[in-house]
T-cell receptor, first 115, second 114 residues
């Protein structure tokens, strides 16, 4: 069965420091991995995705994510956090054998960046 | 492009009332989805559609109905509202069902059933 875990409900980082938001997954077949961000009272917004190839994926707003097959992880990172990065972040996964319906979202991690 | 739009933004219903949540996309996407988001939880798929005239159940379809008469519109119907349906509802679309396609989300409808 497919699953995705975001082990931290909240991550607190000082502005200018690096940030990491963790995600681990379990799928059948090759994984397709996504990060979405949700700002208050808004829908989810696509940040980046891993399909194949380079394990380091770059996305919007300076975010990147590192795919680690042996650890089945896809952690979201940013070298220098901004206060405007404060939001709710969701990891999502689909397996290569998934139908249209089989995308699984994590429970979300609230990122708080203090000035 | 407006992307994915949803109406209304907020609604309060009494138990047993019915309503339709509207969703429209202008990206000519074949695939559309309805999710609900409960506090502290990820998104759960209610229904999805792979094209006009074709719909299928997701993870939590009970208490809801959908239709897809056009490519652009995918309304979600609540027939007999219950407090358990208090949630934020998101409509989404994607170009295809290929696993590498990201989904585009609407701004959501916050529904309270009292």
């Amino acid at each position: 069965a497919q699953s995705v875990a975001q082990p931290e409900d909240q991550v607190n980082v000082a502005e200018g420091n690096p940030l990491t938001v963790k995600c681990t997954y379990s799928v059948s077949g090759n994984p397709y991995l996504f990060w979405y961000v949700q700002y208050p009272n808004r829908g989810l917004q696509f940040l980046l995705k891993y399909i194949t190839g380079d394990n380091l994926v770059k996305g919007s707003y300076g975010f990147e994510a590192e795919f680690n097959k042996s650890q089945t992880s896809f952690h979201l990172k940013k070298p220098s956090a901004l206060v405007s990065d404060s939001a709710l972040y969701f990891c999502a996964v689909r397996g290569s054998y998934s139908s249209a319906s089989k995308i699984i979202f994590g429970s979300g991690t609230r990122l708080s960046i203090r000035p | 492009n407006a992307g994915v739009t949803q109406t209304p933004k907020f609604r309060i219903l009494k138990i047993g009332q019915s309503m339709t949540l509207q969703c429209t996309q202008d990206m000519n996407h074949n695939y559309m989805y309805w999710y609900r988001q409960d506090p502290g939880m990820g998104l759960k798929l209610i229904y999805y559609s792979v094209g006009a005239g074709i719909t299928d159940k997701g993870e939590v379809p009970n208490g809801y109905n959908v239709s897809r008469s056009t490519t652009e519109d995918f309304p979600l119907r609540l027939e007999l509202a219950a407090p358990s349906q208090t949630s934020v509802y998101f409509c989404a679309s994607s170009y295809s069902a290929h696993p590498d396609n990201e989904q585009f989300f609407g701004p959501g409808t916050r529904l309270t059933v009292l």
